[in-house]
Nanobody
Framework: QVTLVESGGGLVQPGGSLKLSCKFS????????VGWIRQAPGKEREFVAA????????YSVSPLNGRFTISRDNTENTAYLQMTNLKPEDTAVYYC??????????????????WGRGTQVTVSS
C-alpha cells in the first residue's frame, strides 16, 4: 500500500522560508504525479502545485508563482515544496498527494488517490 509522509513544517516569521518534503513509500514513485494541497483554518482545501512523474511538467496557481516551487528527486522517492517570502495567509496544513492515473486535471484536488497526513505551516511574528 502506497503511503506518503510529509515533513518540514513549522513556525516561521513573515518573509521567511521553509522546504517541505514528501516521502513516498514505493519504488514506483516516478510513475506518479505529486501535488501539494493546503488547508487553512476554516477554509476548504486549496491546490498549490503539482509535478509530473519525470519532473518535466509543473503546475501551480499564479498567485504563488515565484514564491513556491515544487520539485522531486526520484532517486530518493521524495517530492519537495520550497516556500519563500512566506506570508501569514500561507498558514495552513500542507498535504502532499499522488496519483498514477489522474482522472481529471492534476490542478484539481479530486485527481489524487493517495494522501499524506499533512504538516502544519504557521507564519507569524
Amino acid at each position: 500500500q502506497v503511503t506518503l509522509v510529509e515533513s518540514g513544517g513549522g513556525l516561521v516569521q513573515p518573509g521567511g522560508s521553509l522546504k517541505l518534503s514528501c516521502k513516498f513509500s514505493e519504488s514506483t514513485f516516478s510513475n506518479y504525479y505529486v501535488g501539494w494541497i493546503r488547508q487553512a483554518p476554516g477554509k476548504e482545501r486549496e491546490f498549490v502545485a503539482a509535478i509530473s512523474g519525470n519532473g518535466r511538467d509543473r503546475y501551480s496557481v499564479s498567485p504563488l508563482n515565484g514564491r513556491f516551487t515544487i520539485s522531486r528527486d526520484n532517486t530518493e522517492n521524495t517530492a519537495y515544496l520550497q516556500m519563500t517570502n512566506l506570508k501569514p495567509e500561507d498558514t495552513a496544513v500542507y498535504y502532499c498527494a499522488a496519483t498514477a492515473t489522474p482522472r481529471t486535471s492534476v490542478m484539481k484536488i479530486d485527481a489524487y488517490d493517495v494522501w499524506g497526513r499533512g504538516t502544519q505551516v504557521t507564519v507569524s511574528s
